[in-house]
C-alpha cells in the first residue's frame, strides 16, 4: 500500500515538472521595446508622405532573435539601413538602432488648413510570430525630443503602444493549423495639429480678391456693359487659377474638401452677380431705369452678406471641429 502511495505521489510530482517545462517551452519570448523621436520633416501632401528620425531600442535574452537585420516597419516607403549599437550584460542583449524611414501616409484633408493628422509607425519582426516573440512596451522616460518641432504644425500627444498584427495568410508554413499567423506590432502614434490661419489667407486671399474684382461691377452703371462683364469674367478666372494652385499641393482624393467647397462657393456667387447683371440690363435696356438700379442695389446687398455669412460659418466649423 505504500508503495503505490509512493508511486502516486511520484507520478504527480513528475506530471507537475513536465507540465511546468511544457508551459515554459510553449511561452514566447518578450522583447522590452522603446523609441526616441529625433526629428519629423519633409511632410509632402501630394506624395501622401513624410521623413522620421528616430532612435529604437530592444532588450531580450533570446540570442537567436536578430533585430540587425530583422526589424520591418510595413507602412514605410523606404527604410535606411539603420547605425547599430549591441551590447549584452546581465544574461540580455541590448540592440540601440537608429532608424530614419519615409512613411507613406493618407492624409486627411477635408478640413484642409485646418486639418488634424494622425501618423502611426509599426514595426515588426519578420521572422517570429506571436508564438516565439511578444513586444513589450518600454514607457519609462519620453519619447521624444523636447525640442521636436514640424514646420507649420503643433505636435499634440505622441504614445507607443503593442498589439497583434494579424495576417490571413500562414506564409507557406504547414505547421499553422488555419492559414492566418499572428505577429507581434510595435506602435507610435503622433496627433497633430497644423497652425492654420496664416496658412489660410495666403492660400485664399486670391480666390477673395477674385470675388471682390467681380463684386466691383456691382458699381458700374448698366450702360457701361462691357465693363461690368469684364470684371466678372476677370474674377471668374481669377478664383479657377487659385483652385488649381491649391490643388497641386494637395493629394488627389474624391472627398469633398473644405478648398472645394469654398472655391465652389465663390464660382456660384460670381454666376449670380453675372445673372443679376444680366437681369438688370434687360430692365434698363427697356428704359427701367429705376427698376434696373434697384435690382442692382438689392443683389449687392444679398450677394455680399450671403457670401460672407456662408464663408464665416463654413471656415468657423472647420476651426472648431
Known sequence: MK?????????????????????????????????????????????????????????????DFDFANRVEVPNAKTLEKPDIMLDS???????????????????????????????????????????????????????????????????????????????????????????????????????MDRAALGLFLKLFIGMYIAFCIAYLSFFIHPDVVEAGFGLQVGGLFAAVGNKYIIDSILPETSVFTLVDLLHSITFITIFLIILNTCIALRYYKRKKVVKALAIEKTGSIVVLAGYAIINIVMVGLCILA
Request: glycine residues 4%; aromatic residues 14%; proline residues 4%.
Open 3 to 63: 508503495s503505490v502511495k509512493r508511486f502516486i505521489v511520484l507520478f504527480l510530482l513528475l506530471s507537475f515538472f513536465n507540465l511546468n517545462s511544457i508551459k515554459a517551452q510553449s511561452a514566447p519570448d518578450t522583447v522590452k521595446i522603446g523609441t526616441y523621436i529625433i526629428s519629423l520633416h519633409d511632410i509632402n501632401f501630394r506624395d501622401k508622405e513624410y521623413t522620421i528620425r528616430f532612435w529604437m531600442w530592444m532588450k531580450y535574452q533570446n540570442p
Open 89 to 191: 550584460s546581465d544574461h540580455k542583449i541590448w540592440v540601440l538602432m537608429k532608424m530614419k524611414c519615409v512613411m507613406k501616409q493618407s492624409w486627411r484633408v477635408q478640413d484642409f488648413p485646418f486639418d488634424t493628422q494622425r501618423l502611426v509607425i509599426k514595426v515588426e519582426n519578420s521572422e517570429f510570430d506571436t508564438r516565439s516573440l511578444v513586444f513589450v512596451a518600454d514607457t519609462a522616460g519620453k519619447h521624444f525630443d523636447p525640442e521636436l518641432t514640424a514646420d507649420g504644425w503643433d505636435i499634440k500627444n505622441i504614445e507607443i503602444k503593442t498589439g497583434i498584427k494579424k495576417y490571413n495568410t500562414a506564409f507557406g508554413d504547414n505547421s499553422l493549423p488555419k492559414p492566418s499567423s499572428e505577429y507581434s506590432s510595435f506602435e507610435m502614434t503622433i496627433d
